[in-house]
């Protein structure tokens, strides 16, 4: 099965960039999304098709993807911003769907 | 407006059943992707099962021959069957609708605690 490799945490200082990466083996060929999760609440979709934003997600959000690693950037980050992200990508031979580990994100 | 509501969880002993509902509202489910996903108590999100509107299921190795999903067009109800339950399928339940262009989570619900034990 198809496996989705995220660093548990990674901490940043307020107005820094933050950068979470998403290993795959070749993912570079596939979708990968990005969910974005506060303590007790649901999962929100901020980025999706590598590069794209839902309506209502800030720009300071965005993604790329190419070989074995995607990466979710998140500029100018806010206090508001501290949460737990996920990558995911649908495995197509199996029809299942994947998601990586989840990465903590910590506003210093 | 798009909102999905889930219940019927709770505390259920080991081998168990329990079954989950899923309301939607604002669009149809037998029109979409409707997928279930799970958290278990501190852990991450792992994807459990999804309908496709023509009615092919999947499920996930951990679930599969155990678990059941299906929905009702008439209520605009998604639903998991659970059988068989053990103390590692305590979690909270979400029901996601799937971007079927995508194959992304665009919209959840709140989720439902399972919680198995004895």
């Known amino acids: 099965s198809y496996v989705l490799t995220q660093p548990p945490s990674v901490s940043v200082a307020p107005g820094q960039t933050a950068r979470i990466t998403c290993g795959g083996n070749n993912i570079g060929s596939k979708s990968v999304h990005w969910y974005q999760q506060k303590p007790g609440q649901a999962p929100v979709l901020v980025v999706y098709?590598?590069?794209d934003r839902p309506s209502g997600i800030p720009e300071r959000f965005s993604g790329s993807n190419s070989g074995n690693t995607a990466t979710l950037t998140i500029s100018r980050v806010e206090a508001g911003d501290e949460a737990d992200y996920y990558c995911q990508v649908w495995d197509s031979s199996t029809d299942h769907w994947v998601f990586g580990g989840g990465t903590k994100l910590t506003v210093l | 407006e798009v909102q999905l509501v889930e219940s019927g969880g709770g505390l259920i002993q080991p081998g168990g059943s329990l079954r989950l509902s899923c309301a939607a509202s604002g669009f149809t489910v037998s029109g979409n992707y409707m997928s279930w996903v799970r958290q278990a108590p501190g852990k991450g999100l792992e994807w459990v099962s999804v309908?496709?509107?023509?009615?092919?299921?999947y499920y996930a190795d951990s679930v599969k021959g155990r678990f059941t999903i299906s929905r009702d067009n008439s209520k605009n109800t998604l639903y998991l069957q659970m059988n068989s339950l053990r103390a590692e399928d305590t979690a909270v339940y979400y029901c996601?609708?799937?971007?079927?262009?995508?194959?992304?989570?665009?919209?959840w619900g709140q989720g439902t605690l399972v919680t198995v034990s004895s």
């Open positions: 098709d590598d590069t």
């Open positions: 309908i496709y509107s023509g009615g092919s299921s």
């Open positions: 996601a609708r799937a971007n079927p262009l995508a194959y992304c989570f665009d919209y």
